[in-house]
């Protein structure tokens, strides 16, 4: 908005949940910002050389500091502005032999992750935990040579170069945000390579007989707590004691079976399952959706449900009517992960080197065996690239025959 700056102004203005800005009519180019929290900061705003529009900050503040004396100050840096000063840059500059590694993390780059997206906090504690021992060296002062070091040591580590690559990815988004705000002149990085990942790569899927295995733990798990409910129950009505909820023969005994069917065959990530809520569900029309705020993508996708799912899904919600969260934890908030009893799961039906991400294999896998074309399931999948669904190639062997064979003949 614009406005004379005055301080009856600023004084009865109240804040908003948004940022606000007021141009001074008086003076162009001096402004105050007033935030949420209702502080009230002076600033100015001019065109810098490269004609993008720049905000410079005063670092002052209402009342702390008079309006006349702001709109005085503001005056006199715009004037030197239109001398061919640049108060954005002369401060950027004087930082730049200051701006460390880890003051930019836990600075405006750190507030920038978390901002901008849903793994930031662990992007910030992984980059924190990786370049300790350069968390005090100033941004200008990483080269090619001191992060080729650095890798070669975490391979010699024994990481595999899909983890240094991905480790090395976040490093580079870093100096590429640097770059962009303008605090450091040019990237570091630029002509680092990635490192080559073939061959290290294998998809594990069950076999027929170990998802038979799997399904059958599974009921066996549901039989055994549902048996043992009874049996505490006949103990505490003997002794008078309060009953535990019953568990009817069609319901399940917790989260783990319907969670598992529901993995299998849609492929969902953990972490999407985990943060899915009934809104998310139209059991009618048979769709999950997997939002953008909680895909991996970031970018929103639908996935149809079987029969096997959707009467997981039905039977799951008329035992949890009351909750947002398809699988809340106890106290109702989001459930963390399911490692304990996925382990004795796994360990009871004789299943090795499986993580719960696997069964997104597996669906993946199920689905190509079965002729589905690769773009199809890279759209349930949610790959924004082909490239990460062509793992799964290998799998429909009768399409290569079947394309080989077009080479023959017909005999003459």
Request: proline share 3%; net charge positive; no cysteine.
């Amino acid at each position: 908005m614009k406005a004379k700056i005055t301080r009856e102004l600023l004084r009865d203005f109240q804040p908003t949940d948004k940022v606000i800005d007021i141009a001074d009519s008086e003076v162009k180019g001096f402004t105050v910002r007033i935030t949420p929290s209702g502080a009230k900061n002076y600033g100015i705003r001019y065109t810098g050389k490269d004609g993008r529009q720049v905000r410079f900050s005063l670092n002052k503040n209402f009342p702390t500091t008079t309006v006349s004396d702001a709109r005085e100050e503001a005056r006199i840096l715009l004037g030197r502005i239109a001398a061919g000063a640049d108060p954005a840059e002369e401060k950027k500059a004087r930082i730049r032999g200051k701006l460390t590694l880890f003051s930019f993390i836990n600075g405006d780059y750190g507030d920038h992750l978390r901002a901008h997206n849903r793994t930031g906090e662990a992007i910030i504690d992984r980059l924190k935990a990786l370049f300790a021992e350069y968390g005090d060296r100033p941004l200008t002062d990483f080269d090619v040579r001191l992060i080729d070091k650095w890798r070669a040591a975490r391979i010699k580590d024994g990481r595999k170069a899909s983890t240094v690559n991905r480790d090395l990815n976040d490093l580079k988004s870093l100096f590429s945000r640097a770059v962009d705000w303008r605090l450091i002149p040019e990237h570091p990085l630029l002509s680092i390579k990635r490192m080559d990942e073939s061959g290290g790569k294998i998809v594990r899927f069950l076999s027929d007989s170990e998802e038979s295995r799997l399904r059958l733990a599974l009921n066996e798990r549901e039989k055994r707590d549902r048996d043992g409910r009874t049996r505490a129950n006949a103990w505490r009505a003997t002794r008078g004691y309060e009953l535990l909820p019953n568990v009817e023969e069609n319901q399940f005994v917790d989260h783990l079976k319907p969670a598992v069917l529901l993995s299998l065959n849609t492929g969902i990530r953990q972490g999407e399952l985990l943060s899915l809520r009934w809104a998310d569900i139209d059991l009618d029309l048979a769709i999950l959706t997997v939002r953008d705020e909680t895909a991996k993508s970031n970018k929103t996708r639908h996935l149809p449900l079987n029969d096997e799912a959707k009467s997981a899904l039905v039977q799951w919600k008329s035992q949890h009517r009351s909750t947002e969260l398809v699988f809340p934890g106890r106290d109702g908030s989001r459930m963390t992960e399911v490692k304990t009893a996925w382990g004795k799961l796994l360990k009871k039906a004789e299943i090795e080197n499986f993580r719960w991400h696997d069964m997104r294999h597996h669906f993946a896998s199920r689905l190509v065996m079965a002729g589905v074309d690769l773009n199809t399931v890279r759209e349930l999948l949610g790959h924004s690239d082909i490239k990460m669904t062509l793992r799964y190639a290998h799998l429909a062997p009768e399409h290569k025959a079947a394309a080989v064979q077009k080479l023959m003949r017909t005999a003459a």
